[in-house]
């Protein structure tokens, strides 16, 4: 597939436009499942093709909303909220051996503490805000036990932030949740914290601050995330997801004209894609 960037709402910054090809995506995405549904029942395997196929799923997702392709995206969206469901709650964890080679019974709770999480959350977190998802999105963001482990080359600080914003999506009381509010405001990571004061003040329906934090965190995003050299830092996940919460809240919140093109939308009345 030839990618024509023209529609690209952000500068993919020296990074090859065959990142944001969906077509492929979708196509190794299917021959993925092909090979998964091929294995032993029992196979561990199986997760690992779940991991690839989520991966894939998402990367067609976010290349279809950067060209343009708001039909595929949709699609693609909820494809990835389908794999990231069968990640958690899958009964492939009923039939695959836990433990180290998997010598041991099939245990749920096993997977549930030892398999990565962190990517998976995300992307469910952004699709799902993104589709208006919130009823599926609760139960996704509910997986998650408050003492999960960092995920790899995970700080603390993010640990916290995504098992609060999981928390607050998920339907739990807030006051429940402080000890994770205190990890983000005690810890060095300036980005997080920024996430959370706009969060709080969604949360207690303070349009006008939760939009002066929103800001802050703009100026941060485009000073130290944006010019990574990474395709996942052309959009604003996080802020993404505040933004449809917001909205969702019906808390007004303005967002700055500069991270707009960042921000994910599928709706036909938005300027994105």
């Known amino acids: 597939m030839r990618v024509d960037t023209s529609k690209v709402r952000y500068d993919l910054g020296g990074l090859p436009p065959d990142l944001l090809d969906y077509n492929d995506n979708i196509s190794r995405?299917?021959?993925?499942q092909k090979q998964m549904l091929s294995?032993?029942?029992?196979s561990r395997?199986?997760?690992?093709?779940?991991w690839s196929l989520e991966g894939r799923?998402?990367?067609a997702a976010f290349g279809a909303w950067s060209l343009g392709r708001r039909d595929i995206a949709r699609e693609w969206a909820l494809k990835n909220m389908e794999v990231v469901e069968e990640i958690f709650f899958g009964e492939w964890q009923d039939r695959v051996g836990s433990g180290n080679y998997g010598k041991e019974l099939p245990n749920r709770e096993y997977w549930r503490r030892v398999q990565a999480w962190k990517s998976y959350i995300e992307h469910a977190l952004l699709w799902g805000s993104v589709l208006g998802q919130w009823d599926r999105l609760a139960k996704i963001t509910a997986y998650l036990p408050d003492d999960i482990g960092a995920d790899i080359d995970q700080s603390d600080e993010n640990r916290c932030w995504l098992l609060l914003l999981a928390g607050v999506v998920s339907g739990r009381n807030y006051h429940e949740l402080g000890g994770f509010s205190q990890c983000v405001l005690n810890g060095k990571k300036v980005r997080e914290r920024l996430l959370f004061w706009t969060l709080d003040a969604i949360l207690e329906q303070a349009s006008e601050q939760a939009s002066d934090y929103l800001n802050d965190y703009t100026k941060r995003y485009f000073k130290v995330e944006y010019p990574r050299h990474d395709i996942s830092?052309?959009?604003?996940?996080?802020?993404?997801?505040?933004?449809h919460w917001a909205e969702y809240s019906d808390v007004e919140l303005q967002v700055p004209d500069k991270l707009e093109p960042h921000i994910v939308r599928l709706s036909p009345e938005s300027a994105a894609a």
């Open 29 to 32: 995405f299917y021959e993925y």
């Open 39 to 42: 294995l032993d029942s029992d």
């Open 45 to 50: 395997r199986i997760r690992d093709f779940l």
């Open 57 to 59: 799923a998402w990367y």
């Open 233 to 243: 830092t052309k959009i604003a996940l996080d802020a993404s997801v505040l933004v």
